[in-house]
């Protein structure tokens, strides 16, 4: 169904991995459901560059159904698209991943940051690449326009946790699960 989100695990590929290895869960992708054309689903994504491809079901992929109205999942897909559409995926953005990854295992670290800096939480630190342009960000910024349009407050509650511009596939798992179920 539309908005559906599809998580991948088991997954080869050295990004795949070390997203991985950096989270601690086995999860490495996530894409949101676009709907059917031509009697195959479609799933919006960034993979080698954003857009939309043929969904078909595979036992590594988990698929989480979405409560939004299709209405409304379709304008956000459509907002997000307008802004990412065809763009290269952002691989430059895997320096993020040891950087939270060292952060959240050494606080101390983290502490020493937050005495020149206003911190909060590794969550939600910002990263220095385009917005969209990685399947998490993706995945986060048509789940948050959707929850902000119906005002799901327990969806918008978790998602505000994070900072949208800097998140694992496990984060949007973890946004599902509590936001969702």
């Not at 989480?64 to 304008?75: A, D, G, L, R, S």
């Not at 990412?84 to 320096?95: A, D, N, P, T, V």
């Amino acid at each position: 169904m539309i908005g559906d989100s599809f998580i991948w695990t088991e997954v080869d590929g050295i990004y795949a991995k070390l997203q991985k290895w950096f989270s601690g869960y086995d999860m490495s992708h996530i894409a949101i459901s676009s709907g059917y054309m031509a009697q195959v689903e479609w799933k919006y994504e960034a993979v080698a560059a954003v857009g939309a491809f043929p969904y078909y079901p595979q036992d590594n992929i988990k698929v989480y159904p979405c409560p939004y109205p299709k209405e409304v999942i379709e304008e956000a897909i459509r907002k997000v698209a307008k802004k990412s559409y065809g763009k290269i995926y952002g691989f430059m953005q895997i320096f993020y991943f040891p950087r939270r990854f060292i952060y959240e295992k050494i606080p101390f670290l983290w502490w020493i940051r937050c005495l020149f800096n206003d911190c909060e939480s590794p969550k939600k630190l910002n990263n220095w690449f385009p917005r969209s342009y990685i399947c998490t960000e993706v995945w986060y910024d048509i789940v948050k326009y959707c929850a902000e349009k119906v005002k799901d407050t327990k969806m918008l509650s978790v998602m505000n946790e994070y900072h949208g511009n800097n998140l694992y596939v496990s984060d949007c798992y973890e946004m599902i699960i509590r936001g969702w179920e």
